[in-house]
Every structure is written in structure tokens, then in C-alpha cells.
């Protein structure tokens, strides 16, 4: 516990850091060439969650005061429409994105239950309409995709922030909205376990980056919606496979894996790793099932074993490539903010399942 403890402070410092560096938001990433990207709002949104928590568990006010700026400047780039542009900020050119805005909602929504001050959850009911308008009758985009003309499995991802404003506004038409792209998407789920369209792009193999966000997406939908069976079990198999890999390479998955399975382990994706770590614990939390932590504590370890905690670089030090190698095809030659962030919830979720065994 004191070295995971290690590794979470060293990883928050980085986080801080970053921000120091983000002119109000989080830098996207740190390149080894020696410079911070420019900030990135979808990253900074769902960084707020991690740093109240971090709060919480250690007491520590910065993290907390660090969150609450990290909304304010949100809010002041938000668009009249309720929406956020995609890529870092500012936008090269005005591009409202689903993707963006969705993540935005999650730290919205934290800062709302922190504060209980209503300009978060009005700003994040904002988004969430937005977003909701957008969704057509077939449960897709048409407009504000990453990729013209293609809906990704990850929106599950989408969909969740919107069940947030949901559970806290009772905004309907934004419920009706989430469940058409939940309902569109399981609709592409194969006997393997595997969700069509969980990658960047169709035509290649999917980071575990990408396939994790979709499994939560999923789970967390399940737990919104309270029902299990329709959006909850049919990330099962694929959280079974993922745990079984886990165990056998000993923490270290592939970083990318095709419909069938067939993985690409000349790299691993790192924040894929930590985010599938999360899965696994929050379907634990269901069912206690010791096997799912300590397959959780293997991809915690294989990650920690990458930090650095003494590199005399601060844009280093504490942070998590996008790849190990550094040079992998994951964010090559980068240290991304969300995998710093998703490093940190992975350490605090594990610290706390593990507590409870002490």
C-alpha cells in the first residue's frame, strides 16, 4: 500500500504540473522532445474527478482548489450552443465535438455533487442537450464525430456522462438519447466478446485505450440505469479475456487487439492497461471475485514498474507514456494527461478494494 501510495503522489504532482503549464486546463501531453502540448479540455474535464478524489482520500486542499480551476476554466470556454470544440485549445477551427462535450459532463457533474452550486450542473445540462438534439433516431451522430460519418463503440462513453446529467436533472430527452446510442451500439456486439467499432478506426485493431472506454461506458450505464442484463452483462466475456491476459502476461496486455482477438504485443498501451484495471474492479464490485484484483494489481504493477519517480525532468517524473516502448504506436514519444489520470483512479480504486482485505 505505501508504494502504490508512491506512485499515486508522484502521478498527481505530475497532473499539477501539467496544469501549471495549461494557461487554465491540463497540457494534453509532455514530449520528449522537451515541451507541453497546449491544454485539452475533454482530458481536463475528467481529470476534476480524479483530483477530488484525490482530495478526499488525502486531505490535500490544492488538489480540490486545482479542480474547481480547472472548471472555471471550462466554463469560460464553453460555447453558447452548450457544446466544446474538439483537439487542444484553443480549436484550430471551430469543430463542436460529442466526444469532448460527453467528457467535459463528468467533471461537471463531480464539481455539482462537490459544491452543490447549480452553474455546474446548468452548464453540464447544457452539453448534455446539446448532445441529445444531435442523436438521430438510429442512435448515431451525424455531425461533431471524430471521424466523418463514423459513430465509434466508445460513445458508450458518451452516453454515461449523459445518464449523469440525467440521474441529477431528470432531463428526459437526454435519457431517451443515451439509451438510442447504447442501444445502437450493443447492437454490434459479436459472440467473441468484442464490440465492433471500438477503435479509432474500423479498418484497423483497437488500443485497449479504446476498448476499455467502451467496456465502461457500458458499466456505468448499467449501473445508472439499474439493469444489469441489458447493458452491464454483455461486457463479460470481453472483461473475462482481458482478465486472462492479464494472468498470463503477467500484467502486461497487448496494445491493441483485432475483432478476433488477434493481438499486436510489440507495444502495450499503457493507459489501456491502468483503464482496463478499472473494469475489472468495478465489475468485482458486483461480485467479490479475488481472481479480477489480483489481475487488477498486475496491471497496476506493469505500469509503476514504467514510472519514473526520480527523472530530474518534471514533464517526466510521474508521468505515464502513451506506450511501452516509449516508441510504441500508442502516443509514441509521448506522456499523455490521461494516462496520468486514469493511473491515479486505478491506484485509488485498488487501494481502496485492498484496504478491505487488511
Given amino acids: 500500500m505505501k508504494r502504490y501510495k508512491t506512485h499515486l503522489d508522484a502521478t498527481v ?16 501531453y509532455f514530449g520528449v522532445w522537451g515541451r507541453w502540448a497546449p491544454p485539452y479540455p475533454e482530458t481536463t ?13 488525502t ?30 485549445h484553443p480549436p484550430a477551427r471551430p469543430n463542436p465535438s460529442i466526444f469532448n462535450t460527453g467528457q467535459i459532463l463528468l467533471g461537471l457533474c463531480a464539481l455539482f455533487d462537490e459544491t452543490e452550486d447549480a452553474v455546474w450542473l446548468d452548464a453540464a445540462r447544457a452539453g448534455a442537450r446539446w448532445l441529445a ?13 471524430y471521424r466523418d460519418g463514423f459513430n465509434p463503440s466508445y460513445y458508450t462513453r458518451v452516453a454515461w456522462p449523459m445518464l449523469e446529467v440525467w440521474k441529477r436533472s431528470g432531463d428526459e430527452p437526454v435519457h431517451a438519447a443515451a439509451v438510442r446510442v447504447l442501444d445502437r451500439i450493443l447492437s454490434r456486439r459479436r459472440a467473441n466478446g468484442v464490440i465492433q467499432g471500438w477503435g479509432f478506426d474500423p479498418e484497423r485493431p483497437a488500443f485497449t485505450h479504446t476498448i476499455a472506454y467502451t467496456l465502461r461506458g457500458l458499466l456505468e450505464s448499467a ?30 496486455l497487448a496494445g491493441a487487439y483485432d ?63 502513451g506506450s511501452r516502448p516509449v516508441w510504441g504506436r500508442y502516443m509514441a514519444l509521448r506522456y499523455p494527461n490521461w494516462a496520468a489520470k486514469f493511473h ?15
Fill in 223 to 252: 449501473r445508472l440505469l439499474d439493469d444489469w442484463k441489458t447493458y452491464g452483462a454483455p461486457t463479460e466475456t470481453a472483461l473475462e479475456r482481458l482478465y486472462r491476459q492479464a494472468e498470463l502476461y503477467r500484467g502486461r
Fill in 259 to 321: 475483432e478476433a482477438w488477434r493481438k499486436d504485443d510489440r507495444f502495450s498501451c499503457l493507459t489501456g492497461n491502468v483503464q482496463t484495471a478499472i473494469c475489472l474492479l468495478k465489475y468485482e464490485a458486483r461480485s467479490e471475485d479475488l481472481r479480477l484484483v489480483n489481475a487488477a494489481c498486475k496491471l497496476v504493477d506493469y505500469v509503476c514498474s514504467t514510472q519514473s519517480l526520480r527523472h530530474p525532468h518534471g514533464g517526466i517524473r510521474g508521468g505515464i507514456a
Fill in 133 to 145: 438534439q444531435g442523436v438521430n433516431g438510429e442512435g448515431e451522430w451525424e455531425q461533431g464525430n
Fill in 344 to 358: 491515479a483512479d486505478a491506484l485509488m480504486l485498488l487501494m481502496e478494494r485492498l484496504e478491505r482485505e487488511a
Fill in 45 to 57: 474535464g475528467y481529470i476534476i474527478p480524479t483530483l477530488l478524489h484525490y482530495a478526499r482520500v
Fill in 59 to 88: 486531505g490535500a486542499s490544492e488538489a480540490r482548489e486545482r479542480a474547481m480551476g480547472l472548471g472555471n476554466w471550462l466554463l469560460g470556454i464553453q460555447d453558447e450552443g452548450g457544446y466544446w470544440h474538439g483537439g487542444t
Fill in 13 to 28: 504532482a505530475w497532473l499539477y504540473r501539467s496544469i501549471d503549464h495549461g494557461k487554465g486546463g491540463s497540457c494534453a
